[in-house]
């Protein structure tokens, strides 16, 4: 942190880890931990480094993951816990908040592709967890909102360019599913667009998922979003 006084960076962004402030995921906090974060945040304070804090940067208790982790819908009850004792204990200084960092990275990452933890390769756990960290952008929009005095509340995603391999139409069609997939598949629920649908027919596996309430509550209105860019994807 002195360093970035020293270099003129004006802002740090950093996450809190989960497990370090409620080990179990819900129940009885960490003080260490809690007392760790408020060294952190006091010590940007001191030196003029505007803190930003991301709530959730893919580190899931382990004690959750046991019950099913994202794929358990009562992580919509988790995580609004774990938000609000974030916001509790760190609102009164750290003004600046982020949600999630690229849930593209962490769903597709950990419960697609398995090159993530959990490590859960096919497509059953990638829609349930999906659209439970849909309903979680809200979630937590919607705690960090009501806890945080004079809040601004946003987001991250990660998103690439997408590019066709050819003009051939099966290559272009491809193009436009991959886009649904990598780029809209997070954020366009939020915007209230719900899910694209109709360029990745794949994603109506979602609905079995869905209750009544959950078109309305997928949506938040961020303060702003954050948008990562790395590559391109052909």
Same mark, same amino acid.
């Given at each position: ?6 270099? /003129? ?7 809190? &880890? ?18 760790? *974060? ?5 010590? %940007? ?9 991301? %709530?959730?940067?893919?580190?899931? +208790? ?9 794929? /358990? !819908? ?11 004792? %974030?916001?509790? /204990?760190?609102? $009164? !200084? ?10 593209? &990275?962490?769903?597709?990452?950990? *419960? @697609? ?21 849909? =309903? %979680?952008?809200?979630?937590?929009? !919607?705690? @960090?909102?009501? #806890?945080?005095?004079?809040? /601004? ?16 139409? @099966? $290559?272009?069609? #491809? ?19 719900? *899910? ?6 794949? =994603? ?7 209750? +009544?309430?959950?078109? &309305?509550?997928?949506?938040? $209105? ?7 860019? *790395?590559?391109?994807?052909?």
């Amino acid at each position: 942190i002195e360093l970035m006084k020293r270099m /003129n960076i004006p802002a740090s962004r950093f996450s809190i &880890a989960w497990s370090r402030v409620l080990p179990e995921g819900t129940g009885t906090s960490n003080q260490k931990g809690i007392d760790f *974060y408020n060294r952190v945040i006091d010590k %940007c304070l001191k030196e003029g480094v505007e803190p930003w804090i991301t %709530c959730y940067h893919w580190d899931l +208790p382990q004690a959750l993951q046991n019950k099913g982790g994202w794929t /358990n !819908r009562d992580i919509l009850g988790w995580f609004e816990e774990y938000v609000a004792l %974030c916001a509790k /204990n760190f609102g $009164d !200084r750290v003004k600046n908040w982020m949600v999630f960092n690229e849930p593209m &990275a962490f769903v597709g990452g950990g *419960y @697609l592709l398995g090159i993530h933890a959990p490590g859960i390769f096919g497509f059953k756990s990638f829609y349930q967890a999906t659209h439970h960290a849909t =309903l %979680c952008h809200g979630v937590g929009g !919607r705690v @960090l909102k009501s #806890a945080v005095k004079d809040g /601004n509340i946003g987001t991250t995603f990660s998103c690439s360019p997408i590019d066709a391999k050819s003009d051939h139409p @099966l $290559d272009m069609k #491809a193009a436009v599913r991959a886009d649904a997939l990598m780029n809209r598949l997070f954020i366009e629920p939020v915007l209230g667009l719900g *899910y694209p649908k109709k360029e990745l027919s794949a =994603l109506r596996k979602i609905e079995k998922h869905m209750k +009544p309430e959950d078109e &309305a509550n997928m949506k938040f $209105d961020f303060d702003f979003i954050g948008v990562q860019n *790395y590559s391109r994807l052909v």
